[in-house]
């Protein structure tokens, strides 16, 4: 199995509410992540998972709290959004964080603020 | 953070023409990979090239990689209607974080 999933495909919500992205991938890797990819740009890192350990946050603000339950799994937990932070989420695995990999990309979950 | 600019921004051509595509660089990189994204879906890995090796082909596709210019290129050959896509190259450093360009988005037509 080499399929990194997303769930949902689409989601819709309003400042207020508290939603999140659940991604999913069986193929051993280690390291996960998260990244959000706005309309003709190119993705931007938001967290990276290694072993389930948080090793990176690019500064992104609280109402994004990654979760990583297990190795198979990662969440994204959002709360109090804004309408700019509508983008296609994107979630990622790689057999390790550091060295030569490449990375695996799930479909991606389209979030749209109200 | 963002380290690659790739050109064109646009390409369009034929169906069985070729497709080349550029990517520049700032800093020392330990790799360097491209990736497709068709129609704002998730990236599809299409190729790696290491810092010490200077072209590797995959199929259809040619990458090439001059670390003393700091560039890359991806060459397609005899495109199809199917590689109409937006394409991305990828920089990583010491770490583990790909740095993605700006991306060239292709259309081929029939």
């Known amino acids: 199995d080499t399929e990194v999933t997303q769930t949902p495909k689409h989601l819709v919500m309003g400042m207020t509410n508290k939603k999140s992205l659940k991604c999913e991938q069986h193929?051993?890797?280690?390291?996960m992540y998260w990244y959000k990819q706005k309309a003709k740009k190119p993705p931007e890192l938001m967290f990276v998972y290694s072993y389930e350990k948080l090793s990176i946050n690019e500064s992104v603000p609280s109402r994004f709290s990654p979760e990583c339950p297990n190795s198979s799994l990662l969440n994204l937990h959002l709360h109090a959004l804004q309408p700019e932070d509508s983008a296609l989420y994107l979630c990622a695995s790689s057999p390790r964080d550091r060295g030569v990999h490449e990375q695996y990309f799930g479909p991606g979950t389209r979030l749209t603020v109200t | 953070s963002q380290q690659g600019e790739e050109d064109p921004q646009a390409l369009s051509i034929q169906e069985g023409e070729n497709a080349t595509m550029n990517c520049s660089y700032k800093t020392s990189i330990n790799n360097l990979q491209w990736y497709r994204q068709n129609s704002g879906r998730g990236l599809v890995h299409l190729i790696l090239?290491?810092?010490?090796?200077r072209e590797k082909h995959s199929g259809r596709l040619r990458v090439t990689l001059d670390t003393s210019k700091k560039s890359s290129s991806l060459l397609i050959t005899a495109s199809r209607a199917a590689d109409t896509a937006s394409y991305f190259c990828a920089t990583v450093d010491s770490g583990y974080a790909l740095n993605f360009g700006k991306g060239t988005s292709l259309l081929v037509t029939p």
């Open positions: 193929m051993g890797h280690r390291a």
């Open positions: 090239i290491r810092s010490n090796e």
